[in-house]
């Protein structure tokens, strides 16, 4: 059973840090030659819980990696974070990249490959075991680590969800 609380964050009130995660240049071929321009996919984040990514093309890199903080900012998630870690284990899925992250103890770090690495930095987890499988495309990877921090729930979230009290969530 998966459960899909997403929370969507206005980007206004907030001060955004912003990582470029890749640059690739893309080719369109048409009857004139080919016409080069650049995709640009950028994490953005707060770095207390707050995340999101975005995709910009264009002709100039400047330019991708400008639209694709535009759309970032466009896209931003709350994640619960417990003491610079994450609640519990998640694994998720996107496309032919797989993902799979654990809370750690204290002084671990952040321990993910780079596309993976951005996202957690980005939101502020300090302590997180993490290994990507599967496909090792950075847009995969970038939105099946999202689509993993948005999936996850604190103990909160579950006492709000069965409408019970936070003391019986650890009881039951």
Do not use: C, W
């Amino acid at each position: 059973m998966v459960f899909k609380t997403v929370r969507r964050v206005k980007a206004t009130e907030l001060e955004l840090k912003d990582r470029l995660v890749a640059v690739k240049r893309v080719t369109k071929v048409t009857k004139g030659g080919r016409h080069f321009s650049f995709a640009a996919i950028v994490v953005v984040g707060d770095e207390n819980g707050t995340v999101g990514f975005g995709l910009g093309k264009a002709n100039e890199v400047t330019d991708a990696i400008t639209k694709g903080t535009q759309d970032a900012k466009k896209n931003l998630i709350k994640v619960p974070i417990i003491n610079g870690t994450i609640p519990h284990a998640q694994e998720a899925k996107y496309g032919g990249a797989r993902v799979l992250i654990k809370p750690a103890a204290s002084g671990t770090g952040v321990i993910a490959g780079g596309a993976m690495r951005a996202v957690l930095e980005s939101v502020g987890i300090k302590n997180v075991l993490a290994k990507s499988k599967g496909s090792s495309n950075p847009h995969n990877v970038v939105k099946a680590t999202i689509r993993a921090l948005e999936q996850l729930r604190d103990a909160y979230m579950v006492a709000q969800d069965r409408n019970i009290p936070l003391e019986k969530v650890f009881k039951g």
